[in-house]
């Protein structure tokens, strides 16, 4: 791990797709342990018995849902082990829609909630998985897989385990990104999974600069396309490049110095090119990765200059107050708001200040660094990322939390407000939220795209 990552590694024991087609077909296996295909249940021939057989291994996207709190009611651990057990086994089976659920079951119960030792005991056998399942699947259950190894990495946190899943899996999923004629989902998946998976595991400059090179590989045709075309091309290849240039903005805030330089005089020039994009979201990743590159730039140099700062001004202004008709009006809101806050980091170098709110804790994000950081792994970890804050230690090390807050039962019942006071305070939240929206609303804008 690079020198200047802020994070303690003596810590190691620590962008998937929905769950729903084929979440029935992963709850059936045989009384022996093999397993066996069987179709989706229908209300004619699923009888009270057949349900509450398979209702050990039910919806596995459920896990998603329920979120950790329900998982700790209705269950014990040894439960939810179990069941976890059963999605492995189930990784195996011949249909490719069995094995996806069984794929998308796991990265739901290791996103919402820590399962330490189960993971350091079975990391072998998961890894197994998902390589088998990145080598040998299809578009859905390649993205399932690169899904689940994020949530293992995370999961395992930095150290032998997770570096050892890296040396494993890594050189797959680089070949599935630099592949052209893999599934354009397939790639963006695998490549933002290869930028966690870098993130939390590599420990070695030289492996950090190969992983950099090859996301910058694929935005760089795409900043070339850009140019010639005036444009960008079709819609997925421009997911791939966001993705792309996400996960390689996300390694660079772990990069050494000299490193951190080179790659900004190669790379810095092309990214204003991508805020011409026809795509909303290319225009907003582009303008969030100049502001976090600008952060970083500025605490090597705290006079850097970029060489063509008034053109770059001006368009990010133009973008901050866009009344461009022929775009969708959610997006020109979107899009103003985000560089509003890009071009006040570029022009007056502040960052507005985001509370987030966790169990009894705060946490502050305060800068560009720690907002892009905490957007990815709350893209990984969904609604599971409130539990990982507050018992990870990985993430609390990232996020410089300190040690996990123990609490007992009585403190944290003592802390439940009750149904009527949660009622009143989220009405009054309301109106305050409205009132304040009322205000910043771009009036003028609004009426103008009437006519």
């Known amino acids: ?27 059936a296996a045989t009384a022996g342990g093999q397993h066996r295909n069987v179709q989706p249940f229908s209300d004619e021939d699923a009888s009270i018995e057949t349900m509450s057989h398979c209702s050990g291994y039910s919806d596995p996207s459920s896990f998603a849902e329920d979120g950790p709190e329900v998982l700790d009611e209705e269950g014990s651990q040894e439960d939810l082990e179990y069941k976890l057990k059963g999605f492995i086994d189930l990784t195996l089976d011949k249909s490719a ?51 689940l190894a994020s949530v293992l990495c995370v999961q395992l946190g930095p150290g032998i385990e ?11 999923l680089r070949t599935i990104i630099c592949d052209g004629t893999a599934s354009v989902q397939a790639r963006q998946t695998c490549a933002a999974c290869f ?74 020039h092309k ?22 590159l600008f952060e970083l730039a500025r605490e090597m140099e705290s006079d ?32 103003r708001s985000v560089f509003r806050d890009v071009l006040r980091a570029v022009e ?31 893209e990984v970890l969904g609604s599971g990322m409130q539990c990982h804050l507050q018992s990870n230690e990985f993430l609390r090390n990232v996020f410089e939390l300190g040690p996990p807050v123990m609490l007992d039962a009585a403190t944290l019942k003592t802390m439940k407000i009750s149904r009527f006071e949660r009622h009143l305070y989220n009405s009054a939240a309301f109106k305050a939220r409205t009132k304040a929206r009322s205000k910043c609303r771009d009036k003028r804008a609004d009426i103008g795209e009437l006519f």
Not at 130 to 140: H, W
């Open 271 to 292: 990214l204003p090119s991508f805020l011409s994009s026809d795509d909303v979201n290319m225009r907003m990743a582009a303008g969030e990765s100049l502001a976090l």
């Open 348 to 378: 007056e170098r502040d960052f507005p200040t985001e509370t987030v709110k966790f169990g009894p804790e705060r946490m502050y994000i305060d800068s560009w660094v720690k907002k892009h950081t905490y957007d990815t792994f709350k």
């Open 97 to 147: 829609k069995t094995r996806q659920a069984a794929l998308e079951g796991l990265k739901n119960a290791l996103a919402s909630k820590l399962f330490s030792e189960f993971v350091l005991e079975r990391r072998m056998t998961l890894t197994d998985s998902i390589e088998r399942c990145l080598k040998k699947g299809k578009s859905d259950e390649q993205r399932a897989a690169a899904a």
């Open 195 to 268: 930028g966690v998976c870098s993130f939390i595991a590599t420990d070695d400059v030289t492996e950090l600069c190969s992983t950099l090179e090859c996301l910058e590989h694929i935005f760089s045709k795409a900043c070339l396309k850009e140019k010639d075309t005036s444009g960008v091309g079709g819609a997925p290849n421009t997911a791939l490049s966001i993705s792309s240039l996400l996960s390689w903005t996300l390694l660079l805030t772990i990069c050494p110095v000299n490193e951190l330089k080179k790659r900004l005089e190669m790379h810095f």
């Open 162 to 172: 997770s570096e050892e899943v890296l040396k494993t899996l890594g050189p797959i």
């Open 304 to 335: 850097f200059l970029y060489e063509d700062m008034e053109s770059l001004t001006e368009m990010l202004r133009a973008l901050a107050t866009d009344g461009n008709k022929h775009r969708a009006k959610v997006d020109k809101r979107k899009q």
């Open 1 to 27: 791990m690079p020198k200047n990552k802020k994070r303690n590694t003596t810590h190691r024991g620590g962008s998937g797709g929905g769950g729903g087609s084929g979440a029935a077909a992963a709850t």
